[in-house]
């Protein structure tokens, strides 16, 4: 293929240092070749390249390299604190502020019940972004092949499997620790959420159909997590709306996946148990479960009707043709191929999915 010969060391000669740089320079020349190169031994070899380029290596290594050839480069083989901070997908930690839904619904608004949300949120953060490491460990193979997912910091290699898996180590130990000084039902929840992410990671994710479904309950058991730490009961209209909710953003992530990757008509998109060809039932399943969501808000806007002892609350049921209309827009981007990645990533940017959920939570607190 892309090669025409190799270099190598045999059981007589180690091919190394001064022994490489001479049957390289015998076969392409001096300073017909160009050269990466890793290690103090590389230098004479440098010497003979016509460009060279030093993978890690200190200071000291590099200024060496360069005094045997100026024109040699240096990649940092060591990881960059930013490059551990975008392993962790920090910008994924917004789902967590699920857990203050049942919290805001029931109006508990307490100092020491938001101080547990927020250690909460922390240790959730902690060990979703945990659990982020490790679904990027196992699809490593599959990301490098995907157009946008093949920058990560583990597809790139600006970050090392062992210092992925400290670190998944690390986030997942200060999770636990948190989420026990919260409760240990809450910690319960945490560790449900977790075998649940883990399957989704080992196999779900492969499984057609059966890993949206897989997606919505890693956003409920969030909920139930709000719940379990403010210690109030979710309403079973709110539930079946939020799981309906979930259902329809996890159909749209995956069909901005189906959709996004160049693939031959039959072939399945890799890591995915989907095809090209499911895009039309993913697609309108996504759009009827969304409009779906919108008449299960009006059930739950009407039971909390009931419950407030008489007062106004006319003014709510406009969050049913608002939620309404953003599902709907949200399809047609998806449609046009203007959604790009996680649905709930893209509202974050989007202005008038920003303005859209601003009006909704007010409306939901003033009129509640």
């Keep these: 293929g892309p090669f025409e010969g190799v270099f190598a060391s045999s059981e007589r000669t180690n091919l190394k ?5 001479g049957a390289l ?16 031994a590389d230098i004479s070899v440098f010497r003979q390249a016509a460009t060279g380029v030093l993978v890690g290596g200190g200071a000291s290594l590099l200024r060496r390299a360069r005094l045997a050839n100026s024109s040699v480069a240096h990649l940092p083989a060591k990881a960059t604190w930013r490059d551990l901070w975008d392993l962790a997908r920090p910008y994924q930690w917004v789902k967590n502020f ?7 619904g029931a109006k508990a ?14 240790a959730l953060s902690a060990v979703a972004s945990a659990l982020y490491v490790l679904n990027d460990l196992l699809d490593v193979a599959d990301d490098r092949t995907h157009p946008t997912k093949r920058y990560r910091p583990l597809a790139q290699g600006n970050v090392s499997v062992p210092v992925a898996s400290v670190l998944s180590g690390l986030l997942t130990l ?7 000084s919260v409760s240990p039902l809450f910690l319960a929840v945490l560790g449900a959420y977790s075998l649940l992410a883990l399957a989704y990671s080992l196999f779900l994710k492969r499984l057609a159909v059966l890993d949206v479904f897989g997606l919505a ?27 309906f909710v979930f259902l329809f953003l996890a159909l749209a992530k995956r069909y ?19 095809k090209p060809s499911d895009s039309n039932l993913v697609g309108w399943a996504g759009v009827s479960i969304g409009v779906v969501s919108a008449m299960l808000l009006a059930l739950y806007v009407e039971d909390r009707a009931g419950g407030v002892g008489g007062r106004s609350v006319d003014w709510s049921w406009g969050m049913i043709p608002l939620w309404l209309y953003w599902v709907l827009r949200t399809w047609l981007k998806a449609f046009r191929s203007e959604l790009e990645g996680d649905p709930v990533v893209y509202a974050l940017r989007d202005r008038t999915s920003l303005l859209t959920a601003i009006v909704l939570v007010v409306v939901f607190l003033v009129t509640g």
């Design 17 to 21: 240092g001064l022994k490489k740089a």
């Design 25 to 40: 320079g015998e076969h392409f020349g001096p300073h017909g070749f160009d050269y990466v190169g890793n290690e103090a």
């Design 98 to 104: 699920l857990l203050f839904v049942p919290a805001v």
């Design 109 to 122: 608004f307490d100092l020491p019940l938001l101080w547990n949300l927020f250690l909460g949120f922390l």
């Design 174 to 180: 200060l999770g636990i620790l948190i989420a026990f």
């Design 217 to 243: 309950s890693l956003y409920a058991v969030r909920l139930i997590g709000g719940a379990v730490i403010a210690n109030v009961a979710l309403s079973p209209w709110l539930m079946s709306f939020s799981f």
């Design 256 to 274: 901005v996946e189906i959709t996004d990757d160049n693939l031959e008509q039959g072939e399945k998109v890799r890591g995915r148990g989907y």
